[in-house]
C-alpha cells in the first residue's frame, strides 16, 4: 500500500471550512484514497473515499489533484463535534478492505 | 441493530494471565478484523478473518490467537499477558462486495497488563 504524509495537527475556527492535507505521492492506479477520522478513542469512523474524481457526501468533500499524487479533505463547516484525529488511507479497492493500515494521522482542533 | 459489540470495556491483567477479548456483529458481516491502538499511534492489524472458518495474520499477530466459527463472532485471545500487550483493542467488520464498504469499528476494550 502506498504511503501517506499527513500534518500532526491542525485548528480550525468553527463555522469555517476545515481543509486537511493528505500526500501520496507513491499511490499507484489502482488505489483508492480513504479517509476516516476517530473521536476521543472511539472507534475509527468512515468519512469518504475517491479514486479520481472529487467526491462528496452529507459529511466531507474529498479533492484529489490531478497526477493523484495528494488530496484534501474538506469539512464545510466544522463544529466543535468535529475535533478528532483523521487518517488518510491509501489501498487498492478490492476484497481487500478487512485491512486498513492507519498511520499517526491529523489531529483536528476545532475552536469556538 | 447493535453494530459492532465489543466486551469488556474495560480489564486489567497480571503478566502471564490469558484471556479472551470478545466481538460479535449483528450485520452478517463476511469480513471481521482486530487492531490495537497504543498511546498516539494509528491502528495496527492483528488479525482478520474473511469469512467462518478463515482466518490471517495482520502485522502484530505475535501472542494473540484467533478463530471464527461463527460469521457473528470473532474473539481475540491473548495466551500469556504480557505489559506490551497493554493498549486499545478495536473489533471492525465490513460486507464483502463487490464495491468498497468502509469498515464499522466497535468501540473498543481497554486492556492493561500489569
Known amino acids: 500500500d502506498a504511503k501517506t504524509t499527513q500534518p500532526p495537527s491542525m485548528d480550525c475556527a468553527e463555522g469555517r471550512a476545515a481543509n486537511l492535507p493528505c500526500n501520496h505521492s507513491?499511490?499507484?492506479?489502482?488505489?483508492?484514497v480513504y479517509w476516516y477520522r476517530q473521536i476521543h478513542s472511539q472507534g475509527p469512523q468512515y468519512i469518504i473515499h475517491?479514486?479520481?474524481n472529487n467526491e462528496t457526501n452529507e459529511m466531507a468533500s474529498l479533492i484529489i489533484t490531478e497526477d493523484r499524487k495528494s488530496s484534501t479533505l474538506i469539512l464545510p463547516h466544522a463544529t466543535l463535534r468535529d475535533t478528532a484525529v483523521y487518517y488518510c488511507?491509501?489501498?487498492?479497492?478490492?476484497?481487500?478492505?478487512?485491512?486498513?493500515?492507519f498511520g499517526t494521522g491529523t489531529r483536528l482542533t476545532i475552536i469556538p | 441493530n447493535a453494530g459492532v459489540t465489543q466486551t469488556p470495556k474495560f480489564q486489567v491483567l497480571k503478566t502471564g494471565q490469558s484471556m479472551t477479548l470478545q466481538c460479535a456483529q449483528d450485520?452478517?458481516?463476511?469480513?471481521m478484523s482486530w487492531y490495537r491502538q497504543d498511546p498516539g499511534m494509528g491502528l495496527r492489524l492483528i488479525h482478520y478473518?474473511?469469512?467462518?472458518?478463515?482466518?490471517d495474520q495482520g502485522e502484530v499477530p505475535n501472542g494473540y490467537n484467533v478463530s471464527r466459527s461463527t460469521t457473528e463472532d470473532f474473539p481475540l485471545r491473548l495466551l500469556s499477558a504480557a505489559p506490551s500487550q497493554t493498549s486499545v483493542y478495536f473489533c471492525?467488520?465490513?460486507?464483502?462486495?463487490?464495491?468498497?464498504?468502509?469498515?464499522?469499528f466497535g468501540d473498543g476494550t481497554r486492556l492493561s497488563i500489569l
Open positions: 475517491g479514486l479520481k
Open positions: 478473518s474473511v469469512g467462518a472458518g478463515i482466518t
Open positions: 507513491t499511490i499507484s492506479g489502482n488505489e483508492y
Open positions: 471492525a467488520s465490513s460486507p464483502r462486495t463487490g464495491a468498497y464498504q468502509p469498515q464499522h
Open positions: 488511507i491509501v489501498r487498492p479497492s478490492n476484497f481487500g478492505n478487512e485491512k486498513l493500515t
Open positions: 450485520m452478517n458481516h463476511e469480513y
